[in-house]
């Protein structure tokens, strides 16, 4: 298992912390929880304010299929899928890979991208609905952190049951006070966050060999 941002291709979002804090009343994060049209495509006080495809997807799956030498007919699987849009991108990179995605949200899925539709199931991330050692990489980015801690650690344990050995996920977490003090103002959804060591005694005593990075409120 690695710390290693597979992600760093991602544009780099300037986020105003103390507004969020103050915008971010009871009703807010309720509506956000739901994980609907206000969480994707509502107000930004509410989540994502327009969770649109743009493609920036595809470096970071070109990065995974050449770091996990993905074979090209790899059967990959995304815990959070959203509307699918890394999934879309993995089947115009790698055209002959199968891709299967779960996510609890029925209105993602219902907006998903039309090329994986088909393959994404309303689901939640513990337990997941597939045999043991189905998918040749198995990725969650930002999503796991939702479920509360018990749940959260069924997910991991989840994720190393149906991945034949390789997985990388992403996380909410904190290395310093003032990056907790931000991330603190900044979450809406996530019920389980912490230190990133933390995170790594965590993935050990549960026995998730993943490889693993983290959302940084910076
Ligand atoms: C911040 S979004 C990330 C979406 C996508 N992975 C991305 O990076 O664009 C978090 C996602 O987790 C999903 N989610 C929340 N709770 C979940 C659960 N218990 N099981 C599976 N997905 C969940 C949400 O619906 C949402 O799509």
Redesign the pocket.
Known sequence: MSEINLLNTHPTAKRNYDKRAAEKTPEIIRLAKQ?GKD??DGDRKC??GG?KYDGRWKAVVERMRQYYNLPSNAAIL??????G??LHDFKEVMPNCSVAG????EY?LEHSMPSVKPFLKV????PLPYPDNSFDLVV?????H??PLE?CKK?LQEIERVSKGKSYITVDAWRNDLERENLLKWVL?AETYMHVNDWKKLFSNIGFTGDYYWFIAD
Do not use: P
Not at 78 to 83: A, F, S
Not at 102 to 105: A, K
Not at 123 to 126: D, I
């Open positions: 994980f969480f994707f989540g994502y969770y995304d815990v959070g899928c959203g509307k849009f890394m779960i996510d609890v949200s993602a689901a939640s991330a513990e969650s980015i930002n999503s796991i939702n479920l749940a997910s959804t």
